[in-house]
């Protein structure tokens, strides 16, 4: 039984030269959130180290979430800067008993797709650290392959309306990666970076409850979710949500183009679909957005308003429309 430390250290080099200390503590989680991350003074770059462990955790093939884990680094690096990156990552790793570091380590590196376990290079290359552009993915730290290739992930738009200029469609991704060994709660093992806690609340209660309905999907995947925009308001995002998780995990028919959907439930888990506030501005923003390929579901409330324009400029633009109320069973 390995014996697991209850804090690492890891170096960095940042871009003033001055080297950085990463510590990572381990804690008893307690009902705590999984990961905490406390730069002195700065917000911004708190919730950036937290994104980051996170995203880099999926590629991992066991989940435990009993542990918190409490993450700093001193001196804080300049708010443009990431080389840091690969050190967190790796400090986490070692306090979870994840990677078993040969000695000491420094490390600068970053990434544009943590989520698939790839390093995507870095910016200073101290002698003897370890590097992000060498290093390739995180696996190569114990010989493993690069796991990337196994991560699905989809995306579905929904509409964000507030009746001005900025109204536009969005987009929410879902990545997910299978679990060696079946998960503990299936909330623990979906992971909202960037969202507050009411959001992720709402994405993994939708989730849960969609995936109790699908029979088998409880339990299998570690997940990622991603918004193009994390600042919004209502309910009205959790079909797309739906819709994107049943496309990565191959339980729902792939569209020429893109899913476009809106609506909401107090029910996934029986698989309904319910309505959401504000039809006729959503229905407008849809019309004026869609292309040819588009898949298009909205609540069946919204079949019996009359709209035979939307309908026609749809058809017009080259997309399709559906009116449902539950998603389906593949």
Sequence with gaps: MNILPDSALCQTTLASGAVATVTATRR????????????????????RMQQVVRLARHTEPQLDSRDQVVISIDPVPARHERDWELAVVLADRIVRGVWQAPGAVHANGWSEQWQLGRIGGNDLAPAGALLGAELGWLGSLTGQPDRGDCVSSARAWFPLHSGGIN???????????????PAGEEEDSIATPGLDLTRQLAVRQALCGARHFDGRALGRWRTVVRFGQCQFQGNSFELALVLADRLARGREWVPRGRIIASGSSRAWHAGRVETVEGDGPKCALIAREAVSGDRILLPKAWEASPRPEFAAALRARGASLAFIDRIGII
């Design 28 to 47: 008893p989680r307690a009902g705590r959130a999984d990961v905490k991350c406390g730069p002195a003074g700065d917000p911004a770059l708190a919730e």
């Design 167 to 181: 109204d536009s469609l969005c987009w929410v991704e879902v990545s997910v990666y299978p679990l060696e060994a």
